[in-house]
């Protein structure tokens, strides 16, 4: 088991419990997005709420999102 597709056939194996316990431990391994040395995101999140408030008309609503997001997936 060399390779990340050796593991990947490996995991898809499992039961769907198995893979579903597999993965909340390869999530939880990972680190989180919120601790960054960078602390710009919280002036970027504000940012961003303040443009929303501004400028209602740019704000998506999730289906919007989620619509453009599949989209773009699909290019």
């Given at each position: 088991m060399?390779?990340?597709?050796?593991v990947?056939?490996?995991?898809l194996?499992?039961?769907v419990?198995?893979?579903?316990?597999?993965a909340?431990k390869?999530?939880?391994s990972?680190?989180?997005?919120?601790?960054?040395?960078?602390?710009?995101?919280?002036e970027?999140?504000?940012?961003?709420?303040?443009?929303?408030d501004?400028?209602?008309?740019?704000?998506l609503?999730?289906?919007q999102?989620f619509?453009?997001?599949?989209?773009?997936?699909r290019?």
């Open positions: 060399s390779t990340i597709a050796d990947e056939e490996l995991a194996g499992l039961p419990s198995e893979r579903g316990k597999l909340n390869l999530i939880a990972l680190p989180s997005p919120l601790v960054d040395d960078d602390e710009n995101w919280v970027e999140a504000l940012r961003r709420d303040r443009e929303m501004e400028n209602p008309e740019t704000v609503t999730e289906e999102f619509t453009s997001l599949r989209e773009y997936v290019k």
